[in-house]
């Protein structure tokens, strides 16, 4: 049964850059066909998709924080990792890792289909 | 502002059926048959119920049914249970510039 799991610092000071890695088990993160994605969820509010990545590196990300983020892939420890630099209060979020289905891969489209399954996510808070 | 616009709110009785809206635009909803919808129990990770427009993952309760019709994606849950009490999201492909777009979510109480 594939598993993710979010770990990273809880707690984040304004203008830092906030780090989070996702573990995938039980299943390879090098799977053909499928992405690594990351949503987040301010509290009480909705979910953001943020980016996704395939196990070659190749990246896609959500346009509106698209200057900020920055995914990459570590095939060896099975694991994706999440970076957004220069973060403020608004970023304050549960952040989710999910396996993504996309298809019909360029180097600067998909066609994105479902998220499943999800990590139970991680509160990252933004404050000094 | 999310957008993909959903009611904030539904209820409804047990046994009884409800339907959540998610209406989009010609660019996301109504051009790709990509919707998906999540459920979210209180403090728990978002579950996939429906993707591709009406497809059930295996494990997902045939209660659960998804339709389109336009820019507008419908969930339906018949035979309401206590058990299903929980926020519910859309999410739509949106083509090659925007991607991957939500819903604001919608809360479901079992009266």
């Known amino acids: 049964q594939l598993q993710l799991q979010e770990s990273g610092p809880g707690l984040v000071k304004p203008s830092e850059t906030l780090s989070l890695t996702c573990t995938v088990s039980?299943?390879?993160?090098?799977?053909?066909?499928?992405?690594w994605g990351w949503i987040r969820q301010p509290p009480g509010k909705g979910l953001e998709w943020i980016g996704s990545?395939?196990?070659?590196?190749?990246?896609y990300y959500n346009p509106s924080l698209k200057s900020r983020v920055t995914i990459s892939v570590d095939t060896s420890k099975n694991q994706f990792s999440l970076k957004l630099s220069s973060v403020t209060a608004a970023d304050t979020a549960v952040y989710y890792c999910?396996?993504?289905?996309?298809?019909?891969?360029?180097?600067?489209?998909?066609?994105?289909?479902?998220?499943?399954?999800w990590g139970q996510g991680t509160l990252v808070t933004v404050s000094s | 502002q999310s957008a993909l616009t959903q009611p904030a709110s539904v209820s409804g009785s047990p046994g009884q059926s409800i339907t959540i809206s998610c209406t989009g635009t010609?660019?996301?909803?109504?051009?790709?048959?990509?919707v998906s919808w999540y459920q979210q129990h209180p403090g728990k990770a978002p579950k996939l119920m429906i993707y591709?427009?009406?497809k059930r993952p295996s494990g997902v309760s045939n209660r659960f049914s998804g339709s389109k019709s336009g820019n507008t994606a419908s969930l339906t849950i018949s035979g309401l249970q206590a058990e299903d009490e929980a926020d519910y999201y859309c999410?739509?492909?949106?083509?090659?510039?925007?991607?991957?777009?939500f819903g604001g979510g919608t809360k479901l109480t079992v009266l």
């Open positions: 999410c739509s492909y949106a083509g090659s510039s925007t991607y991957v777009v």
């Open positions: 591709e427009v009406s």
């Open positions: 990545i395939y196990y070659s590196g190749s990246t």
């Open positions: 999910a396996r993504h289905l996309g298809f019909d891969c360029s180097s600067t489209s998909c066609y994105w289909n479902w998220f499943d399954p």
């Open positions: 010609s660019s996301d909803v109504g051009s790709y048959n990509l």
């Open positions: 039980g299943g390879s993160i090098s799977s053909s066909s499928y992405y």
